[in-house]
């Protein structure tokens, strides 16, 4: 069964910043494009951060400059730094990750989700 658990999130002032982790875990034959979401309070859920399994990592406008996203493959973990935040970076960020596991074809997993709040 694979899982995937985000934390990191918080509260923060605004300017401050935070790393969210999300690590995969199961029977994971590889793990290849892997994607940060997040969905403010009232809104549909975005897409704030890709990267591809050949490391291109792209971003949302919103963030582009002020997040990065990253991976650590020998622990199956992507991680999310936002620096710089803002008010409107308030909401629940999720990860979702393409993988395929042993026995099986491609497919996307979500995690369950982390809140971040940003106050002013």
């Known amino acids: 069964q694979v899982q995937l658990v985000e934390s990191g999130g918080g509260l923060v002032q605004a300017g401050g910043s935070l790393r969210l982790s999300c690590a995969v875990s199961?029977?994971?034959?590889?793990?290849?494009?892997v994607d940060w979401y997040r969905q403010p309070p009232g809104k549909q859920r975005e897409l704030v951060a890709a990267?591809?399994?050949?490391?291109?990592?792209s971003y949302a406008d919103s963030v582009k400059g002020r997040f990065t996203i990253s991976r650590d493959n020998a622990k199956n973990t992507v991680y999310l730094q936002m620096n710089s935040l803002k008010p409107e970076d308030t909401a629940v960020y999720y990860c979702?990750?393409?993988?395929?596991?042993?026995?099986?074809?491609?497919?996307?997993?979500w995690g369950q989700g982390t809140q971040v709040t940003v106050s002013s």
């Open positions: 979702n990750a393409l993988l395929i596991v042993f026995g099986g074809a491609p497919r996307g997993y």
């Open positions: 199961g029977s994971i034959f590889s793990i290849n494009a």
């Open positions: 990267l591809t399994s050949g490391g291109r990592s």
